[in-house]
């Protein structure tokens, strides 16, 4: 039951993880000379799913309007409360998937 548990929570903070890191590199495209449709069904779901983490953050982590580091304060600290739950269920934190 632990080692389910253990994996469920890996696999969720995977997810998120990803999906954070994604849209980073989705953010950047535009400035490479890809267009972006904000309507794709693809990048509405990964805002939908990534702005409920990264908006709490951004107020503390933009400077000058220009630089956002939510995503990196985000993804560290995925990867901390990760290694905490895990820890707190005796499974060692291995930093990502734990297979």
């Known amino acids: 039951m632990i080692n389910g548990l253990a994996l469920l929570i890996s696999l969720v903070f995977e997810f998120f993880w ?3 890191l ?3 590199i989705v953010s950047w495209l535009p400035m490479a000379g890809f267009r972006i449709d ?3 069904p693809i990048i509405r779901f990964l805002y939908s799913v990534t702005d409920p ?3 709490p953050i951004r107020p503390y982590t933009t400077m000058g309007g220009m630089l956002d580091f939510s995503p ?3 993804l ?3 990867r ?3 290694t905490i739950l895990l820890t707190m269920l005796g499974v ?3 930093g990502g998937l734990l297979f």
């Open 22 to 24: 994604i849209r980073v």
């Open 72 to 74: 990196i304060v985000a």
């Open 38 to 40: 904000p309507y794709n």
């Open 53 to 55: 983490i990264l908006e």
């Open 80 to 82: 901390v409360i990760e």
């Open 76 to 78: 560290i600290g995925l």
């Open 92 to 94: 060692p934190a291995t």
């Open 18 to 20: 990803w999906a954070i």
